[in-house]
């Protein structure tokens, strides 16, 4: 079990330009979820997948923020023509099924900078 | 989403007991009990969970309250790299877990 992983770690971006991070759950996770953290803050949910469906999206995933998980294994969360405000640690999280009591597993985190 | 109320900050020495306190005032009955971790430049990490009773585990214990209104993560020997922010979160079947601000533990040497 090599716990979830998160690529890359530190990106720096343009204003304006796109990027793309990635998260690898751990293997037999069905769940995978995407939050974001600002500084002094805790996790802000994004998005959660079941396996490859997209189940729920909050609020704050607004239209320049698109997230996939094509074959139920790896995600990939992109943001279009980033934005200051959009600076902030990326976590990804998975778990088994989503009934309770479970646990999530956090990976490292993905942390933006756009300048 | 039912809420919680953490101190923002609280100290402790290393090698003495911590007592981390949660309130949630207005807990369902079926809301459990979650305690989160996050060490500086990491991902949270799962502590412990409970629902009515006290739970032990390896890595700290959970005492709650009977009235279920409140409940306290106890560090039984208090380490530098316990040196963290603990998330208390409350969560129901269906919910997303709903992150607050936390309590910053530094512990002293």
């Known amino acids: 079990d090599t716990g979830v992983s998160q690529d890359p770690r530190h990106k720096i971006t343009k204003r304006g330009q796109n990027v793309t991070f990635r998260c690898d759950p751990i293997s037999e996770h069905n769940r995978l979820y995407w939050y974001r953290q600002t500084l002094g803050q805790g996790p802000e949910f994004l998005t959660y997948?079941?396996?490859?469906?997209?189940?729920?999206k909050s609020r704050l995933l607004s239209d320049r923020f698109s997230a996939e998980r094509p074959k139920g294994s790896f995600s990939t969360l992109e943001i279009q023509r980033t934005e200051q405000g959009d600076s902030a640690m990326y976590l990804c999280?998975?778990?088994?099924?989503?009934?309770?009591?479970?646990?999530?597993?956090f990976g490292p985190g993905t942390r933006l900078t756009v300048t | 989403d039912a809420k919680t109320t953490q101190p923002n900050s609280m100290e402790s020495n290393e090698e003495e007991p911590v007592h981390l306190p949660c309130n949630h005032s207005?807990?369902?009955?079926?809301?459990?009990i979650h305690w989160y971790r996050q060490l500086p430049s990491q991902g949270p990490e799962y502590v412990i969970h409970g629902l009515t009773s006290n739970v032990n585990n390896r890595m700290a214990s959970l005492a709650i309250a009977e009235d279920r209104k409140s409940s306290t993560l106890i560090l039984h020997r208090a380490t530098l790299r316990d040196a963290a922010v603990y998330y208390c979160i409350l969560r129901n079947y269906g919910q997303n877990f709903v992150f607050g601000p936390g309590t910053r533990l530094s512990v002293l040497p």
């Open positions: 207005t807990i369902s009955g079926t809301d459990y």
């Open positions: 997948f079941q396996n490859e469906a997209q189940l729920e």
């Open positions: 999280a998975s778990s088994l099924q989503g009934g309770l009591p479970y646990e999530q597993y």
